[in-house]
């Protein structure tokens, strides 16, 4: 196979410290509320996927983790018909290739559908990879938040919001950076995998119940967010760090009172989840100041972000306090990330 019809790239996962959750539209993935993230190191957690096509293929074929999986999920169906249109319009490639079949393979190295953001990294790496195979010049931000909301934040570095926007559109929906990776390098992420068993309700249909039955959601887009949103965007920029850690905590909280006030109730949080919750507080109140932020996404597991002065001692209380965990339960610290997802073979 000619090299250039095969492209690899590597991609980061981005954990949000301003939830998104809600969308007012279905199928462009537009936001009811804007979010904030942060970029992490793809050296501790990535996906890395190959896209190759070609006229011996007789059908787009998707391979998750090791296993072939059906490629009619309307997500991928979507991206990639987006992406074959630029292809036309740009002329970019022949006809005849338009009309040749995708094989993807993707593996993430981290839990998958487990709160831990693998639809970020899975779909910034997909358009990444596929926006390079057709040889298209665009905006692949938009084209991953196609595929899963929280994806277009992914394709930036550092500190980024992505703007719910007004227009019905979406044209005005797209993530900027707040600031890039070095602007705060004291900055790190402590991942907690408290289980890395797929989730039961997936973050699209838990989001969907919430915003047909949740009040709370409501006051959350309308009232809670825009003034926290703000005020983190000005912690960051300021790189004041108790307050970036109580607006973090306290919409991850928020965050999870409105997955519980949906109907049924969405029970993402476990004991243990809860317990890592509090020796945080109890942490901070020890310490006379905020040193550590937890998060959660819709899932058990915890992110941690604390500034790395403070990451050996926080490392020898948790393992004290988990003593029959092995080191799996850290799956590792950090660095805020360049954000750039990386063709390891161009
Ligand atoms: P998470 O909390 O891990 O983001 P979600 O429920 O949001 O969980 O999304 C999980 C889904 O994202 C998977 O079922 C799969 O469809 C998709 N996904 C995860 N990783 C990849 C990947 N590397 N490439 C393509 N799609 C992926
Ligand atoms: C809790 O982006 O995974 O992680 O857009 O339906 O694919 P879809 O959902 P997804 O939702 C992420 C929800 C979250 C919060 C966040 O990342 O902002
Ligand atoms: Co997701």
Redesign the pocket.
């Known amino acids: 196979m000619d090299e250039m019809d095969r492209v690899t790239v590597i991609a980061p996962v981005n954990i949000a410290v301003i939830k998104y959750w809600g969308k007012r539209d279905e199928k462009l993935i537009l936001p009811i509320n804007d979010s904030v993230s942060v970029t992490l190191d793809t050296s501790i957690m990535c996906?890395k996927?190959s896209v190759c096509f070609g006229p011996e293929f007789t059908e787009n074929e998707?391979w998750?983790n090791g296993v072939k999986t059906s490629f009619s999920?309307p997500?991928l169906v979507n991206v990639l018909d987006k992406i074959k249109n630029i292809a036309a319009t740009q002329r970019s490639v022949d006809n005849a290739v338009l009309s040749w079949k995708v094989r993807v393979c993707?593996?993430?190295n981290f839990p998958?559908?487990?709160?831990?953001?693998?639809?970020?990294?899975?779909?910034a790496?997909?358009v990444t990879a596929l926006a390079k195979l057709y040889k298209i010049k665009t905006d692949v931000s938009v084209l991953a938040r196609i595929?899963?909301g929280?994806a277009c934040r992914s394709v930036f570095g550092g500190f980024v919001r992505w703007h719910a926007g007004v227009n019905a559109d979406g044209s005005d929906s797209i993530a900027t950076q707040i600031a890039d990776s070095t602007h705060w390098p004291e900055m790190k992420a402590l991942i907690l995998v408290v289980s890395d068993i797929k989730?039961h309700t997936?973050?699209?249909v838990g989001m969907m119940n919430s915003v047909n039955t949740s009040d709370l959601l409501k006051y959350r887009a309308k009232y809670t967010v825009p003034r926290r949103t703000e005020e983190i965007s000005e912690a960051i920029l300021k790189k004041d760090f108790a307050k970036f850690a109580e607006l973090t905590m306290k919409d991850s909280n928020q965050f999870h009172a409105v997955c519980l006030d949906t109907y049924p109730p969405c029970v993402y949080m476990t004991d243990v989840s809860h317990k890592i919750v509090e020796i945080i507080h109890a942490y901070n109140d020890m310490c006379g100041e905020l040193k550590v932020a937890y998060t959660f996404?819709?899932?058990p597991n915890a992110c941690l972000y604390l500034l790395d002065k403070e990451v050996p001692t926080l490392l020898k209380l948790i393992k004290y306090l988990f003593p029959t965990s092995n080191l799996d339960f850290v799956i590792g610290l950090g660095d805020v990330d360049g954000g750039d997802c990386k063709f390891l073979n161009s």
């Open positions: 996906a996927t998707i998750l999920n997500r993707s593996e993430n998958t559908a487990a709160g831990l953001a693998s639809s970020a990294a899975g779909y790496c997909l595929g899963s929280s989730k997936s973050s699209t996404d819709a899932g």
